[in-house]
């Protein structure tokens, strides 16, 4: 909706920064657009302009976070990949910026709407299946997308959420009991388990 | 704080109501004890002095919420017994009010801060450790706490959290997975998985 670079960038990041500044170091109670003016030094009539409200900022902050997903290893080994994803997703969780953005996403949710998956999400997922597909070419026994995001990637999140965000050990604890289940049925029955 | 009963229970009935009906209605930028004391007739001054803040409310309603779990059902399998309440989470997750009380619990998550575990989490544990334990005292083959949450709970809320909420059969296909896992290394590997 705004022409990109110069000063209409530098707006964006600046507030973009003290809305995740926000998240860290308030409650969610205190967010406000006032709030986000005062930290980043931007008018509140400009945010207001661009982004209307606190929510749709929210929103805009997690889509540049879905812009920016780092792509995915390949290595020729599915363990190693998956080694090198589940640790990158466990560590996203317990530093950085990405808990704050999955605490953006959560306060999104308007209970009783249908849910339409984040573009973070759709691109993750897209990358994942590719690495799985060139994987199975390569001959190696594979698990589903859906196997993938069930066994690791929900356990992982589901701690970072409700009790403690897991370590590096710990995914890689949760690819082996994956591909450990893929293994006992054998390569040829991938498709028996979607 | 409060002695139970009469006015003083009629008011937190009142109050709790009101904030459910707001978490399902209203987006988390409206949620604000002006608007609690509106929804709920409660005048505004006795919230404050009761609660304090909109997020010690909160807390409030989520402890509530804990204090109330069901008991789990005790039908002398494990798979009948972990099929109810697969079935009951998944219920749960798609309609009824715990979509929002878990809406309440990631607000109160303040990123940075050591979690402490929610009352709720903490007595659904106990809860589902006591039947395992009861299973494998039937002799059955019987999957860690952790196996279980991991395997189980967690895609669960995954999905509710971030696509959509799935069907009881979707949780029953969960539950069979961890019991395949578990029939693989047999009856006597329980302490190697954890």
Redesign the interface.
């Known amino acids: 909706m705004q022409r990109p670079g110069g000063r209409s960038a530098r707006v964006r990041s600046a507030v973009h920064t003290a809305v995740l500044e926000l ?2 170091a308030r ?3 205190e ?2 657009v006032p709030l986000v003016a005062e930290v980043s030094g931007v008018h509140q009539a400009t945010i207001y302009r661009r982004w209307g ?3 749709a900022l929210l929103n805009d902050v997690v889509n540049e976070w879905s812009a920016s997903t780092a792509s995915l290893p390949r290595t020729g080994s599915l363990r190693d990949d998956l080694h090198i994803y589940a640790a990158a997703v466990a560590k996203s969780l317990r530093d950085g910026n990405v ?2 953005i999955l ?1 953006a ?3 999104e ?4 709407e ?2 339409k ?2 573009p973070a ?1 759709v691109e993750r997922e897209r990358q994942l299946q590719l690495m799985l597909d060139q994987s199975e070419e390569r001959g190696e026994a594979v698990p589903t997308l859906t196997e993938l ?3 690791v ?3 992982l ?3 970072a ?4 965000p897991r370590t590096e050990a710990e995914a890689a604890r ?1 690819v082996d ?1 994956l591909l450990d ?1 893929v293994a ?1 049925r054998g390569p040829d029955a991938t498709a028996a388990s979607s």
Chains 1, 2 share one sequence.
């Open positions: 998240l860290e409650s969610w109670e967010l406000s409200t606190m929510s808990p704050l605490r996403v959560v306060l949710i308007h209970p009783g249908r849910r998956a984040s999400f995001l069930e066994l990637v929900a356990p999140y589901f701690y959420l409700f009790t403690e949760l009991r289940i006992h």
